[in-house]
């Protein structure tokens, strides 16, 4: 069934993010069911999902309620749309609670079907916001390199990563990226706190460089996640709110990671004190059981593109998407019932933080770092030196991957670091035989790099 199922994809199916001549050589592994915190392969192999899908299925796989609320809103009203002056009662619903859950500047959603298409959105509307406001030349977004915020040509332009700017033109115009807060990589010889500083201060330059007059928005992940969840010092964020506070520019916190609990709050900024101005969202707003994004849109920004009045030329067919707001919201109340993003601050994030750092003290390990559940292993050849300097940067990230992926236990490289998300709802027995199998991967690794 496996050599079927992979003969089929190899001949059909191109794979996002893939070397396609390279995995259909080696096959894809072909899942089958979810459940809780497990996959299951084709060959019947049962794993941890150490990445709770792609950071995204915070309540775990597999939950009938979902279903059945789906089903429901199928049987009532399958799709329509919010552009004929029309809405419908998912929406206006999941919008409510949305308001109700997010921090308090935030009381209207602009809805989308990925983060892809919130950042994108996020770029018009910054741009309609300050014409609206009479200032159309501060059409310029200030991104971090290494930052990861979607793969469209908006999404794509405002990451700063390379791979993605070299195929097909990217960035688009008006967008400018500073350095990342990666103290571990880029930190040199300074402290983390005074790293974070200096990292900040690249906003404050790159605003006396390009002129405030043009600037409409800073956008940044609170914690960098695809770039290799960089959890930044202490001092970053309270930095760029000092350089921000008295100049007039947006602040965007897109949180389509760090959302819906995964740093131990509800939203990232609430860990780590930031007002922003919108707020793009996605994966954990659904936990990915339907496709649904959105932009939380703060009052101030609303008083001029809802007050000022005028068309926002832009929107999906499925902005709303009945049947993905109906499991949206079914997901907040599995998140809020169930108490998981107090669970992840006071008893499963603690209690996997501490086995997540003793894997530090691993000979292959130069750094262990994890807040919420979001985490990474830096993996370097000569501990204690923090210089990620393996030869063929990647190549010992992607065999630690496979290893734990044929261990049971699914993490995801970024360059020579293992990244590490699961659901929300872990327990403490899967989070002890995650940290056992996360071990064993490392000692694994280990003994490869060494021959
Ligand atoms: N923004 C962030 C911070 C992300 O991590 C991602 C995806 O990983 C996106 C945006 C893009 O989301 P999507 O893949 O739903 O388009």
């Not at 007050?307 to 832009?314: L, V």
Request: hydrophobic share 40%; aromatic share 8%.
């Amino acid at each position: 069934l496996t050599a079927d199922y992979r003969a089929r994809d190899a001949a059909h199916h191109m794979h996002p993010f893939s070397d396609m001549k390279a995995l259909n050589a080696e096959g894809s592994r072909v899942i089958v069911r979810g459940e809780g915190a497990w996959i299951w392969d084709s060959d019947g192999n049962r794993i941890l999902d150490g990445m709770a899908g792609l950071w995204c299925v915070n309540i775990g796989h597999g939950r009938k309620e979902i279903a059945e609320a789906i089903q429901r809103q199928m049987a009532e009203l399958s799709y329509y749309n919010a552009f004929f002056k029309t809405t419908h009662p998912p929406a206006i619903a999941l919008a409510e609670t949305l308001a109700r859950l997010t921090p308090p500047q935030f009381n209207h959603v602009f809805f989308v079907n990925s983060g892809s298409e919130a950042n994108d959105t996020v770029i018009r509307m910054v741009r309609h916001y300050w014409a609206t406001r009479g200032k159309p030349e501060k059409s310029v977004l200030i991104a971090r390199h290494n930052a990861y915020h979607g793969s469209t040509m908006g999404g794509g332009s405002l990451g700063g990563m390379k791979p993605i700017h070299e195929q097909g033109g990217l960035p688009i115009p008006g967008i400018h990226h500073i350095a990342q807060p990666y103290w571990f990589g880029e930190g040199g010889d300074t402290t983390p706190e005074e790293f974070g500083i200096i990292a900040a201060r690249a906003l404050e330059t790159a605003i006396e460089e390009i002129g405030e007059d043009k600037i409409g928005a800073f956008v940044a992940e609170p914690i960098q996640g695809a770039g290799g969840v960089i959890i930044p010092p202490s001092t970053y964020w309270p930095e760029i709110a000092r350089i921000l506070k008295d100049r007039d520019i947006l602040l965007v916190a897109d949180e389509v990671i760090t959302g819906f609990g995964r740093t131990g709050n509800w939203f990232g900024s609430e860990t780590f004190g930031i007002e922003a101005d919108l707020m793009p969202i996605a994966k954990g707003l659904s936990s990915g059981y339907l496709p649904i994004g959105g932009v939380m849109v703060s009052d101030k920004v609303a008083d001029v593109i809802i007050g000022e009045g005028g068309d926002f030329n832009h929107g999906f067919t499925y902005s709303a998407h009945p049947l993905a707001a109906a499991a949206a919201l079914e997901n907040l109340r599995i998140i809020e019932n169930e108490k998981l993003v107090e669970r992840v601050r006071d008893d499963i994030g603690p209690y996997l933080q501490k086995k997540w750092l003793a894997l530090g003290d691993h000979p292959l390990v130069g750094e262990a770092r994890m807040t919420g559940l979001m985490g990474a292993l830096e993996l370097v050849p000569n501990k204690p030196s923090r210089a990620l300097a393996f030869p063929d940067t990647g190549k010992v990230g992607t065999i630690a991957r496979d290893f734990s992926f044929r261990n049971g236990l699914v993490m995801r490289a970024v360059r020579d670091s293992l990244i590490l998300s699961p659901p929300l709802t872990l327990t403490h027995e899967e989070a002890d035989h995650l940290i056992a199998v996360a071990s064993k991967t490392l000692d694994d690794t280990h003994a490869e790099v060494k021959r």
